[in-house]
């Protein structure tokens, strides 16, 4: 995510970013882990006012729809994942070169199981702390350096066979999380185009009793359209 684009020149703007990612990581239960593959798509909308900026980022439902079985054909699960942040920056210094800020996260997450055929839904929400580096990349392009840390992420999960509803062995999550990227960006007119790579790793507990609930751990490489729609 890049959260601020034509840094030297720009006081009040409006951008959109397509982000397209690649993710190629681990999805980790009690006592399985499989491969995660595929590609997530993160969408975000920014507006800064001189010094602020607010920004709100999204991820759609992302993941395998059934079941993914092992060469030996034994289950394992599959998880959809959808994200929303919502940001604000504040610059440090006198320069657009440093910004430091904090907002909520809210992350929803489906985990298909079939022994027994069992969908575990878990929807946690916390604090996101950010800060973010825009540093001169010769003439107007800019390398983009982004740290999040998310630690403490609280929700509830339910179970469900189907459409029926089920008595959960555990009620509660706690969870933790990092977020970071760098992207080099070309700037042109009213556009900018960003490559680089992100690194997200997502890792929750049940409350009682206090055993892992999963982790995820995704790297890949990424790609950004970012478009600046007013000034």
Same mark, same amino acid.
């Given at each position: 995510?890049?959260?601020?684009?034509?840094?030297?020149?720009?006081?009040?703007?409006?951008?959109?970013?397509?982000?397209?990612?690649?993710?190629?990581?681990?999805?980790?239960?009690?006592?399985?882990?499989?491969?995660?593959?595929?590609?997530?798509?993160?969408?975000?909308?920014?507006?800064?006012?001189?010094?602020?900026?607010?920004?709100?980022?999204?991820?759609?439902?992302?993941?395998?729809? !059934? &079941? /993914?079985?092992? $060469?030996? @054909? +034994?289950?394992?699960?599959?998880?959809?994942?959808?994200? =929303?942040? %919502?940001?604000?920056?504040?610059?440090?210094?006198?320069?657009?070169?440093?910004?430091?800020?904090?907002?909520?996260?809210?992350?929803?997450?489906?985990?298909?199981?079939?022994?027994?055929?069992?969908?575990?839904?878990?929807?946690?929400?916390?604090?996101?702390?950010?800060?973010?580096?825009?540093?001169?990349?010769?003439?107007?392009?800019?390398?983009?350096?982004?740290?999040?840390?998310?630690?403490?992420?609280?929700?509830?999960?339910?179970?469900?066979? !189907? &459409? /029926?509803?089920? $008595?959960? @062995? +555990?009620?509660?999550?706690?969870?933790?999380?990092?977020? =970071?990227? %760098?992207?080099?960006?070309?700037?042109?007119?009213?556009?900018?185009?960003?490559?680089?790579?992100?690194?997200?790793?997502?890792?929750?507990?049940?409350?009682?009793?206090?055993?892992?609930?999963?982790?995820?751990?995704?790297?890949?490489?990424?790609?950004?359209?970012?478009?600046?729609?007013?000034?």
């Amino acid at each position: 995510m890049a959260v601020l684009s034509w840094p030297a020149q720009a006081r009040a703007e409006t951008t959109f970013s397509i982000e397209g990612f690649t993710v190629s990581g681990a999805h980790a239960e009690q006592g399985s882990s499989v491969p995660i593959n595929g590609a997530a798509g993160f969408l975000e909308l920014r507006q800064r006012w001189k010094p602020i900026d607010l920004v709100i980022e999204g991820i759609p439902s992302v993941g395998g729809s !059934g &079941y /993914l079985r092992t $060469p030996t @054909g +034994y289950p394992h699960p599959l998880t959809n994942v959808s994200i =929303v942040n %919502a940001i604000s920056h504040v610059r440090i210094g006198p320069t657009n070169r440093f910004w430091l800020g904090g907002g909520l996260i809210i992350i929803n997450q489906q985990t298909s199981l079939l022994q027994p055929p069992l969908e575990a839904a878990s929807r946690l929400a916390g604090s996101r702390y950010e800060g973010v580096a825009y540093l001169p990349a010769g003439g107007a392009n800019t390398v983009e350096l982004r740290a999040a840390y998310m630690p403490a992420l609280h929700g509830a999960v339910s179970y469900e066979i !189907g &459409y /029926l509803q089920v $008595p959960p @062995g +555990y009620g509660s999550e706690v969870a933790e999380a990092t977020d =970071v990227s %760098a992207e080099y960006f070309f700037q042109f007119h009213d556009f900018a185009l960003g490559a680089g790579a992100r690194g997200i790793d997502y890792n929750a507990h049940f409350v009682t009793p206090p055993q892992l609930a999963d982790r995820n751990t995704s790297v890949g490489a990424l790609i950004e359209a970012r478009f600046r729609i007013a000034k």
